[in-house]
């Protein structure tokens, strides 16, 4: 670089030990943390839940949970959007890529009728980060943490990827048309044999209307 390599800041530095916030809120940076309480206000007057508060007085002063607790609130991390200089970050997010790698698409959220704005930032097709789209007449700029994580799911190494039978009694990988045919023929079996009233099926919440009508049928 340019210019001389000595500092010119006497005052002795502040560092502040990271906290244990919980599995989706990280504070491991809390050393650069101004102590805006933007994080405590929006936990008292949004959120409804006041689980941070500052902690001791001038430049010991430190934000914290009560107790050592965690942030359980169902929109914590709203706190990650709010802070200014990036001393609460995503735990799940965290180390996974920079912020100009991501490609972005607008979405909207399935998981309750309020339907909120998603930018959905996605890497080699795989999504790492989903973020609010401001929309006063629906979310405004908040997003609860079901639609902000849930996108782990879709990268779970649990999550099946190809149909399964059970065979003497492991569970087989089989091509898709193998699966139809082999549950087709199990609900006729039972339709013909018991009736047609004794065949009952598992919906997700998640389904389209047109996705739930075709299955009652």
């Given at each position: 670089?340019y210019?001389?390599?000595?500092?010119?800041?006497?005052?002795e530095k502040?560092?502040?030990?990271?906290?244990d916030?919980?599995p989706?809120?990280?504070?491991?940076?809390m050393?650069?943390?101004?102590?805006?309480t933007?994080?405590?206000?929006f936990?008292?007057e949004?959120?409804?839940?006041?689980?941070?508060?500052?902690?001791?007085?001038?430049?010991?002063?430190e934000?914290?949970?009560?107790?050592?607790?965690t942030?359980n609130?169902?929109?914590?991390?709203?706190?990650?959007?709010?802070?200014?200089?990036?001393?609460?970050?995503?735990?799940?997010?965290?180390?996974?890529?920079?912020?100009?790698?991501?490609?972005?698409r607008?979405?909207?959220?399935?998981h309750?009728?309020?339907?909120?704005?998603?930018?959905?930032q996605?890497?080699?097709?795989?999504v790492?980060?989903?973020l609010?789209?401001?929309?006063?007449?629906?979310?405004?700029?908040?997003?609860?943490?079901?639609?902000?994580f849930a996108y782990?799911?879709?990268?779970?190494?649990e999550r099946?990827?190809?149909?399964?039978?059970?065979q003497?009694?492991?569970?087989?990988e089989?091509?898709?048309?193998v699966?139809l045919e082999?549950?087709?023929?199990?609900?006729?079996?039972?339709?013909?044999?018991?009736?047609?009233?004794?065949?009952?099926a598992?919906?997700?919440?998640n389904?389209?209307?047109e996705?739930?009508?075709?299955?009652?049928?």
């Amino acid at each position: 670089g340019y210019g001389g390599g000595t500092s010119r800041y006497h005052e002795e530095k502040r560092t502040v030990l990271g906290k244990d916030l919980g599995p989706l809120v990280s504070a491991e940076e809390m050393s650069r943390c101004i102590n805006c309480t933007r994080c405590v206000r929006f936990g008292q007057e949004i959120a409804g839940q006041m689980e941070l508060g500052q902690a001791f007085r001038g430049e010991h002063a430190e934000i914290m949970s009560f107790v050592s607790g965690t942030v359980n609130s169902e929109l914590s991390g709203n706190m990650i959007d709010l802070c200014p200089v990036g001393a609460l970050t995503s735990k799940p997010f965290r180390y996974k890529a920079r912020s100009w790698e991501l490609s972005r698409r607008r979405s909207v959220s399935a998981h309750d009728s309020l339907g909120s704005g998603l930018a959905v930032q996605t890497k080699n097709n795989r999504v790492l980060r989903v973020l609010p789209v401001e929309n006063d007449d629906i979310n405004e700029c908040w997003l609860s943490d079901k639609d902000r994580f849930a996108y782990e799911g879709l990268n779970s190494a649990e999550r099946l990827t190809k149909p399964m039978i059970k065979q003497d009694g492991k569970w087989q990988e089989v091509e898709w048309q193998v699966a139809l045919e082999y549950a087709g023929n199990a609900l006729r079996h039972i339709a013909n044999g018991a009736g047609a009233e004794q065949v009952g099926a598992l919906a997700t919440a998640n389904s389209t209307f047109e996705e739930l009508y075709l299955l009652q049928k």
